[in-house]
């Protein structure tokens, strides 16, 4: 589960990207993942987005790297999205502009923020669309496979009883999320990794 909220985070990110750069005599490609690419501006907008939402301070080639391969496994997602013809709705992109301009206190403020990133709001449903697609390919190739048996919740109680303290009925239900968490961390990452596998990857940094 934690993979999947870095992941989610990830893709969160591109809300505040600026999907149309300007453009310029020559773009670095850093990657390729199939038949597409990744530049060098949009990588450095990704790790000024990331940076700026998380704190985050350290640099270098590692974290660099961390994060390209973080924006290869959102281009195979999104490309799988494309196989697999999963759609998103426009009332559900409306749902999601609407829930996230919610976070804000005011009007004002949702606009200061997009004039600050330099996205219109077209670009932002756009944003949002390919995250919806995400989590809906998400949901079908990996959490509708996962059960959590009764048989699974009481093998945990017992092995963490000691830990627990409350009875298997008061429990049970986050018995059954922590088991469910598990096996999803499990699944999800055996799943990226054979999308990953079946990709033609090509890392130039």
């Given at each position: 589960m934690k993979r999947l909220l870095v992941l989610l985070s990830i893709v969160y990110c591109l809300l505040f990207i600026v999907l149309f750069a300007p453009a310029k005599v020559v773009e670095r490609i850093v990657a390729r993942v199939n038949n597409e690419v990744i530049f060098q501006n949009e990588l450095e907008d990704y790790?000024?987005?990331?940076?700026?939402q998380t704190g985050l301070e350290k640099q270098g080639s590692e974290v660099k790297k961390k994060i390209l391969d973080q924006m290869i496994e959102e281009k195979i997602l999104l490309q799988e999205t494309e196989k697999e013809m999963i759609e998103v709705t426009d009332d559900e992109v409306k749902t999601a502009f609407q829930n996230l301009k919610d976070k804000f206190p005011t009007?004002?403020?949702f606009n200061k923020e997009l004039i600050k990133q330099g996205l219109t709001v077209i670009e932002?449903?756009?944003s949002l669309r390919k995250q919806l697609r995400i989590l809906k390919l998400i949901e079908k190739n990996v959490k509708r496979k996962i059960q959590v048996t009764g048989k699974e919740v009481r093998?945990?109680?017992?092995q963490h009883k000691g830990e627990i303290k409350r009875s298997e009925e008061e429990a049970k239900d986050d018995i059954r999320s922590l088991v469910f968490d598990r096996k999803f961390t499990d699944t999800f990452t055996k799943w990226m990794k054979k999308l990953k596998e079946n990709a033609v990857v090509e890392i130039k940094l």
């Amino acid at each position: 589960m934690k993979r999947l909220l870095v992941l989610l985070s990830i893709v969160y990110c591109l809300l505040f990207i600026v999907l149309f750069a300007p453009a310029k005599v020559v773009e670095r490609i850093v990657a390729r993942v199939n038949n597409e690419v990744i530049f060098q501006n949009e990588l450095e907008d990704y790790i000024r987005i990331v940076r700026s939402q998380t704190g985050l301070e350290k640099q270098g080639s590692e974290v660099k790297k961390k994060i390209l391969d973080q924006m290869i496994e959102e281009k195979i997602l999104l490309q799988e999205t494309e196989k697999e013809m999963i759609e998103v709705t426009d009332d559900e992109v409306k749902t999601a502009f609407q829930n996230l301009k919610d976070k804000f206190p005011t009007k004002e403020d949702f606009n200061k923020e997009l004039i600050k990133q330099g996205l219109t709001v077209i670009e932002l449903q756009d944003s949002l669309r390919k995250q919806l697609r995400i989590l809906k390919l998400i949901e079908k190739n990996v959490k509708r496979k996962i059960q959590v048996t009764g048989k699974e919740v009481r093998e945990y109680y017992l092995q963490h009883k000691g830990e627990i303290k409350r009875s298997e009925e008061e429990a049970k239900d986050d018995i059954r999320s922590l088991v469910f968490d598990r096996k999803f961390t499990d699944t999800f990452t055996k799943w990226m990794k054979k999308l990953k596998e079946n990709a033609v990857v090509e890392i130039k940094l």
